[in-house]
């Protein structure tokens, strides 16, 4: 017998990123995922400038 989570299909993905989108914001933070590496930015929403992720020291535009 298997589990539910040995059934995760490529469709999951898309649920996946929602949820942690909404997670993320919930918690406060921007959540935008850093498109060149690791990371998501835990900023305040809507802040001005760039996008940081303090956890990841990551940068970006």
Do not use: F, I
């Not at 995760?8 to 942690?20: I, L, V």
């Amino acid at each position: 017998m298997t589990s539910s989570t040995e059934r995760r299909t490529d469709t999951d993905k898309p649920r996946g990123e929602q949820a942690s989108l909404a997670a993320g914001r919930a918690a406060g933070y921007c959540w935008t995922r850093n498109p060149h590496g690791p990371g998501r930015c835990t900023w305040p929403p809507h802040s001005s400038g760039s996008h940081k992720d303090v956890y990841a020291h990551t940068e970006w535009r």
